[in-house]
């Protein structure tokens, strides 16, 4: 199953997390925020589909990011499991740990926020960009 969310840039967008990337749709970001690589998400995990929810929901579910912006990709592989809760309005939360709170996604995640390439960052920084956030769940 697909999904995709679209995000904004942001001038604060920073990506150095070394264990977790994030999408909000709150509007601003301070530079504490250093997971965060998109604001303004179209959704947050409540409002993912609850077919998708479900198949997420599954500890053997093998889970796909690819985060785009112009014409650079980058792909993460996470894990889905039985107690993601899935609930949270506004963020998204992947993580390379197995902590799960109302905003995580998936859990162990082979890459985090500081590995996304600088020259996407870059482009992110640009308030005036714009990125997808693409979850394909198998």
């Known amino acids: 199953m697909h999904f995709e969310i ?5 001038k604060n967008i920073r990506s150095l997390h070394p264990k977790t ?5 709150d509007p601003d970001l ?3 925020g250093d997971c965060i690589v998109g604001v303004e998400a179209s959704c ?3 409002d993912i589909p609850e077919q998708m929810k479900n198949l997420m929901q599954n500890s ?6 690819t985060i ?4 650079i990709s980058f792909k993460v592989k996470g894990s889905g499991h039985k107690n993601l809760i899935l ?12 902590f799960i709170c109302p905003r995580t996604l998936a859990i162990h995640c082979d890459l ?14 640009n308030p005036d960009s714009r990125g997808i956030f693409a979850i394909d769940v198998n």
Request: charge should be neutral.
């Open 6 to 10: 679209l995000f904004h840039g942001h």
């Open 21 to 25: 990337i994030e999408i909000t749709t």
């Open 30 to 32: 301070t530079l504490n």
């Open 44 to 46: 947050g995990c409540n």
């Open 60 to 65: 053997k579910s093998e889970i796909l990011f």
């Open 68 to 71: 785009s912006a112009n014409d």
């Open 87 to 98: 609930t949270n309005p506004h963020d998204i939360v992947i993580r390379k740990s197995s």
């Open 112 to 125: 985090a926020s500081d590995s996304i390439p600088r020259q996407m960052i870059k482009i992110l920084q």
